[in-house]
Nanobody
Framework: QVQLVESGGGLVQPGGSLRLSCAAS????????WAWYRQSPGAERRLVAS???????DYGDFAEGRFAVSRNNAKNTMDLQMDSLRPEDTAVYYC????????????WGQGIQVTVSS
């Protein structure tokens, strides 16, 4: 079983920056997709950014141009650099690792709070 652990959340002022990290303990395989999702109270969980093991990235519309996702396959880690943060970015951010092919898996971290407020 793989555990995903997020770190780096907290309180930041509007316009500020935060860097989230996700680390996996246990074995993961190439050909998977790692992603950051976020969820605000009363809202659905939404994709923030994703990155494949080959380095292909994708962003939610609200993240484009402000957030940057990166992945280190050798260390089994993924980072999310968030700049120009806005109050509406306040949410719990979740790390996810999913693989469609055998061995299949869909792992989630426990989530980490990001609060953007003055």
């Amino acid at each position: 079983q793989v555990q995903l652990v997020e770190s780096g959340g907290g309180l930041v002022q509007p316009g500020g920056s935060l860097r989230l990290s996700c680390a996996a303990s246990g074995r993961v395989f190439s050909g998977d997709v790692w992603a950051w999702y976020r969820q605000s109270p009363g809202a659905e969980r939404r994709l923030v950014a994703s990155v494949t093991s080959g380095g292909t990235v994708d962003y939610g519309d609200f993240a484009e141009g402000r957030f940057a996702v990166s992945r280190n396959n050798a260390k089994n880690t993924m980072d999310l650099q968030m700049d120009s943060l806005r109050p509406e970015d306040t949410a719990v951010y979740y790390c996810n690792a999913k693989r469609r092919y055998i061995p299949q898996y869909n792992y989630w971290g426990q989530g980490i709070q990001v609060t953007v407020s003055s």
